[in-house]
């Protein structure tokens, strides 16, 4: 066969058929129109002699020759705009694009700082920042659509060997209890003490909860003693939670920062425990790496992997607020 039987174009709009469920929003999601999709697909099977979609039902359902070809369609586009972007490269970051994945925590508290330091260094490089579950971001690295992240849980054992692992940074989870609280005025409390609390949590089915989860049992504290007052789905509902006296809480230093200073949260110690994960950076050695994403590697990373880095040390920019005010708003514990 010395033609393709498709187009580029084509497998965009097969691939946001599928994503969206529908011909209709899928055109909307493409600025084009409906007729015109339902013609590129018509085109599309015809050229290949095999149906897409089984249009028996309400929505869009691909058959199985639709889904081999979507598997195969999402990889030629991932390489295409891998492509572009090595050749925005040869312009030595005077443009291409940055994506950096994260997952929640780090996500919505450390990433938006790293990528304002990135953008006054290099402005004129696109920057997205994606935020996933663990298990999401990681994938998201291995198939080529993020440049790199920066993680708080396991990698899938399934990508281990596909991808570059490198500990990064502690972060450590602390205790947090409303400033009235009676231990609160204590230097240290005991292990025990806390099974008397009540606690407000992520949804146990949250991959963030099940991580905090097993760092709080290596550390010999016993989960299945906490009493779970509430699951809220994100770490800014839980802080709120907390500040209005309804239980207490772990969660990691870096999103407590300014609440720490305000004095609008207090943070009791535990005598004799330190309760700490290791972050990771991951990328894919199989992948091109850009320029843009071994100057992060290079100039960012290393300056926040410094143990001794503290929020008052660097004030957020302009533009590391707003994101961070974004990344909180949109951000959801998955």
Known sequence: MSDLPFTLDQLRILKAIAAEGSFKRAADSLYVSQPAVSLQVQNLERQLDVPLFDRGGRRAQLTEAGYLLLNYGEKILTLCQETCRALEDLQNLQGGTLIVGASQTTGTYLLPRMMGMFRQRYPDVAVQ??????????????????DLAIIGGEVPAELQEALEITPYAEDELVLILPGDH???????????????????????QSTTRKSIDQVLSRCDIDIKRLKIEMELNSIEAIKNAVQSGLGASFVSLAAIEKELQSNILHRAYIEGIEVKRMLSAIVNPNRYRSKAADAFCREILPVFANKDWKYDVMKPSAIETEALKIAAANSVED
């Open 129 to 146: 920042l994606h935020i996933h579950s663990t298990r999401r971001t990681a994938w998201s690295v291995a198939n080529g659509q993020v």
């Open 182 to 204: 009676p231990l609160a005025h204590l230097n240290t409390i005991q292990k025990e003490d806390l099974y008397k609390l009540q606690f407000i949590t992520l949804d146990s």
